[in-house]
């Protein structure tokens, strides 16, 4: 139902301005022509956008709820990091892309370049800590790398604004809902742009990492520790490679080996949000398994299995997520995807929330829906996940179609209500690039997921209703 307004949601995007009622400009001529003048400053600019608090009501979480140490000042590294001085590039690819018939969530398309927007992962959802803007990748092309890093706004032309015009790497350290996210340049250097002024600063000098074989997975709250992976050729007794996470200390840019396991091959790896002295990650283990461990970042205690596959559960669907600072994670587990249901052991639903220390965990109550990725909200209380109980990827390249709903649910209440019916993210089934990935802005009034309704990924902003939360409570 979304994509029957596309068309002309796009050209009103591209070519109306509507100041007034009727879509009529009631300025006078002068007026008018001052209007253009300014609008095309800005179009052509780097905005400077005034900071608005953020609204602890209308976002329905109170101040008390919201994570300590993810926004301002307590989300600084406390050394001087010398700035990048130099003009950066803005320009808008936006298009209003229509209304949920039955949520009523306003959704923009932010990006419409040839390649592909690569708003991945969600669990650690890569928003400034007002709700304003957030930061991902964008291809120029449909063919992989090399990519831009982009900044989109959530408000106003919704401009972009490119950090950096060509990196090779695809990966970014960033606290959820940080002011800092952190990437590398091809000569090894690091490199960190504030979402709330646009910022550049150098962080590590060139040679820091080895670009073709370390990538960036999370980073503390503080912005001390990044927690980065990478592949050691001939590890293995085999001489096979090993992959094995490190700490990247931002600082002193000394490497400490945190984890080595033949079975760490897709680790997810997350900071704990608050203090940040934990991290959670996931193993591959053959036939099938998805073991998922919460552990110090930095001690000698063993890691701590939470009770998600295994004897407890199906597998992990490979994504899970912190529960703010509560210290408990929300998995979303497998599900009989030919039958479209859910198995035997937990029928009602695949999203199972536990803490360390746990025999067994909750099962979140939502029967008819298959979710995949899980984010949770920066005050804890709502999830977001993807529903793929209709859409099954049979291969590389194809899929048997069916819609991808987005869904947001209370995790104190139980209920839950479907935000996009269809995500429209239809792209190469089983390719990580193409999935939707949801999560929310830290004031919950924006959800930002992929679609891929023409074949190239797109980044796109749902805006949810005032009384869509509130109907949860």
């Not at 979402?195 to 999370?218: E, K, M, N």
């Not at 000698?300 to 408990?328: K, N, Y």
Request: proline share 6%.
């Amino acid at each position: 139902m979304v994509a029957q307004h596309s068309t002309v949601c796009l050209l009103k995007g591209h070519t109306t301005i509507t100041v007034g009622k009727d879509n009529k400009m009631l300025m006078p001529l002068e007026a008018r022509r001052c209007f253009f003048a300014l609008l095309t400053i800005v179009v052509a600019c780097t905005v400077t956008i005034t900071i608005s608090t953020l609204d602890g009501r209308r976002a329905h979480c109170s101040p008390a709820e919201k994570p300590d140490g993810q926004a301002g000042e307590g989300n600084r590294a406390t050394n001087d990091f010398s700035t990048i001085e130099g003009n950066l590039r803005s320009s808008r690819q936006s298009a209003k892309w229509g209304t949920d018939p039955q949520s009523g969530a306003h959704v923009v398309r932010l990006t419409s370049s040839p390649g592909r927007g690569h708003n991945i992962y969600c669990e650690q959802p890569y928003g400034s800590p007002d709700g304003q803007r957030i930061v991902f990748y964008q291809s120029g092309s449909p063919t992989w790398g090399p990519h831009k890093l982009v900044i989109a706004e959530l408000s106003g032309l919704y401009t972009l604004t490119e950090i950096e015009p060509e990196l090779k790497s695809l990966s970014i350290a960033h606290s959820s809902w940080g002011e800092w996210a952190y990437y590398s340049m091809e000569d090894g250097s690091i490199r960190r742009v504030s979402l709330l002024t646009l910022q550049r600063q150098a962080v590590l000098p060139a040679g820091s990492i080895d670009t073709s074989r370390q990538g960036f997975r999370s980073i503390t709250p503080d912005n001390r520790w990044i927690i980065g992976t990478e592949w050691v050729k001939g590890a293995e007794a085999d001489g096979s490679p090993l992959k094995r996470c490190y700490a990247l200390d931002t600082r002193t840019g000394q490497q400490r080996v945190i984890l080595q396991d033949p079975d760490n091959r897709n680790s997810h790896a997350q900071s704990e949000l608050g203090n940040g002295g934990r991290w959670m990650y996931q193993l591959l283990v053959s036939p099938g398994r998805v073991p998922v461990f919460v552990r110090e970042l930095f001690g000698s205690a063993d890691p701590v299995q939470l009770p998600f596959g295994g004897q407890w559960s199906a597998e992990s669907t490979g994504h899970m997520a912190w529960i703010g600072t509560t210290g408990r994670v929300a998995c979303a587990v497998q599900w009989d995807r030919e039958a479209r249901q859910h198995v035997p052991r937990h029928p009602d639903g695949n999203l199972l929330i536990a803490a360390p220390g746990d025999t067994k965990p909750q099962v979140f109550a939502a029967p008819e829906h298959g979710f995949y990725h899980v984010s949770i909200s920066r005050c804890g209380r709502y999830f977001v996940c993807d529903d793929w109980m209709d859409y099954e990827p049979t291969g590389i390249l194809d899929a048997k179609p069916g819609p991808i709903r987005i869904v947001i649910g209370n995790l104190k209440t139980g209920k839950y209500r479907v935000l996009i019916h269809d995500c429209q993210c239809y792209g190469l089934g089983s390719t990580a690039a193409f999935e939707p990935n949801p999560y929310m802005t830290a004031d919950n009034r924006w959800v930002i997921y992929n679609g891929s309704p023409f074949g190239s990924t797109q980044v796109f902003a749902a805006k949810l209703r005032e009384d869509f939360l509130s109907s949860l409570d």
